[in-house]
């Protein structure tokens, strides 16, 4: 944990501060920025694990942030809203964020929701930590211990969150799990109301992986049930 930085970015300074605090007494390193494009600035000149993001800034809000992050980076971000309505969430996930937490929140959930997805980012990035398994199904090629995806034999670029839930349904081919396994399984957390959560990472990941996501060959929804990948392509 001493060498995991957080960027906290909010225009609010006394919300960033607050923030902050909490983080540093779970003994995160925190940087600070208050529009997007400070932020932008921020992880150009420091080595930053996760970003919680607030959505209504000047200069530049946490949507459009977000899209320039995901540019480049795969790190995580949480996003911060006073909304709290199902569609702040989806637009956010689907702009590429993580995780998304309503104003106001306690301290322990805003830890929980950073120490996940840190776990899940930290394991993404541990090289040594399996064995350099293979897992080949059409023309997706798994390589586990590099954490890389090939579609047709290009690289594609996944997010941490992206990538446990396209391991997840690669390694058990055919098998349809439901969003709340997927959610428990991924995210370490028990699911309550997660089925848009999951639906708009399943989405993103068909935009990847699929010639037409309108039409998958992959990555299939099983209506009223859950999620699957075709185990015979």
């Not at 909010?10 to 932020?39: C, F, N, P, S």
């Not at 607030?54 to 977000?66: C, H, Q, R, V, Y």
């Amino acid at each position: 944990m001493e060498n995991q930085q957080i960027l906290v970015v909010d225009d609010d300074h006394e919300i960033v501060a607050a923030i902050a605090k909490i983080l540093e007494t779970e003994g995160y390193k925190v940087r600070k920025a208050y529009d997007g494009m400070q932020a932008l600035e921020v992880l150009q000149q420091e080595k930053i694990h996760l970003v919680i993001l607030d959505i209504m800034m000047p200069n530049m809000d946490g949507m459009s942030a977000t899209i320039k992050i995901r540019e480049e980076r795969n790190i995580p971000i949480i996003l911060l809203s006073a909304k709290s309505e199902d569609s702040d969430k989806v637009l956010g996930l689907t702009m590429g964020a993580d995780d998304y937490i309503a104003k106001p929140f306690s301290p322990s959930e805003l830890i929980a929701r950073v120490k996940s997805q840190l776990r899940r980012y930290m394991k993404l990035g541990d090289y040594n930590a399996e064995t350099g398994n293979t897992i080949v199904l059409g023309g997706l090629t798994l390589l586990e211990q590099e954490k890389q995806l090939y579609v047709d034999g290009e690289p594609v670029k996944l997010t941490a969150t992206e990538y446990k839930i396209l391991q997840l349904l690669m390694k058990h081919p055919g098998r349809v799990f439901s969003a709340e396994e997927i959610y428990e399984r991924v995210w370490e957390e028990e699911a309550f109301s997660v089925e848009n959560t999951v639906m708009v990472h399943i989405r993103r990941i068909r935009e990847k992986i699929e010639i037409n996501p309108r039409e998958p060959r992959y990555l299939k929804v099983v209506w009223g049930i859950g999620y699957k990948i075709e185990k015979n392509m």
